[in-house]
């Protein structure tokens, strides 16, 4: 049997492709060498492996690496404006959390998240943050004034963004509650994690 080269090459392309998902990655040069070309002979001319820049995979995101969440932090740079849910998000961090280390205020976020997705509590981070009873911050359905150009602001807004894009782990899990440390509540739930001076439940 014999076997052109044009289906030679496309096997080979398959198998460096099928080989480069299994590692995690897809490069886009090898993307582009897919495309047929009117010779067939592009396949091989245009076929090139590119190596993928270090990245985290992280729930359902990619996420570049970095040495540490304050690396993250720091990297982030202030939008001109917010949407709705990454201001509430980022409001209940500010509130919530601003005095906390970094990874007690992407705890705080990753709560709110959990209760949106959860089927327990309202559906959005707004909802979640705006929920009656829930946040002490919260008063008459509204949040207190924020200072939008202080450094923890400018943090929470950071933190928020992460937490929304999946680009760094937190320690807290699926955690749906939490407490301050100074506090003992008779919760009937699991202690996940202390973090900072909060303490995390599911």
Not at 15 to 40: H, K, R, T, V
Not at 57 to 71: C, D, K, Q, R
Not at 76 to 81: I, K, N
């Amino acid at each position: 049997m014999t076997f052109s080269f044009q289906f030679v090459a496309r096997a080979m392309l398959f198998a460096c492709a099928f080989a480069a998902s299994l590692a995690g990655f897809s490069s886009p040069a090898m993307a582009e060498a897919a495309a047929p070309e009117a010779n067939g002979f592009g396949i091989m001319q245009r076929l090139q492996i590119v190596a993928p820049s270090p990245r985290i995979f992280l729930g359902n995101a990619f996420a570049p690496t970095a040495a540490s969440l304050a690396t993250l932090v720091a990297s982030h740079v202030m939008p001109a404006a917010l949407d709705a849910e990454t201001e509430c998000l980022a409001g209940a961090i500010y509130f919530e959390s601003r005095g906390e280390p970094l990874d007690g205020q992407l705890a705080v976020a990753e709560v709110i998240r959990n209760r949106a997705a959860s089927g327990r509590f309202p559906a959005s981070l707004c909802g979640v943050v705006f929920q009656p009873s829930q946040f002490s911050f919260v008063r008459g359905g509204a949040m207190p004034p924020i200072r939008r150009e202080s450094d923890q602001w400018r943090r929470a807004v950071a933190v928020a963004q992460i937490a929304l894009g999946g680009q760094w782990a937190s320690s807290v899990g699926k955690a749906l509650f939490f407490h301050a440390s100074r506090i003992a509540p008779r919760w009937r739930l699991q202690r996940l994690a202390r973090v900072g001076n909060h303490i995390f439940y599911r």
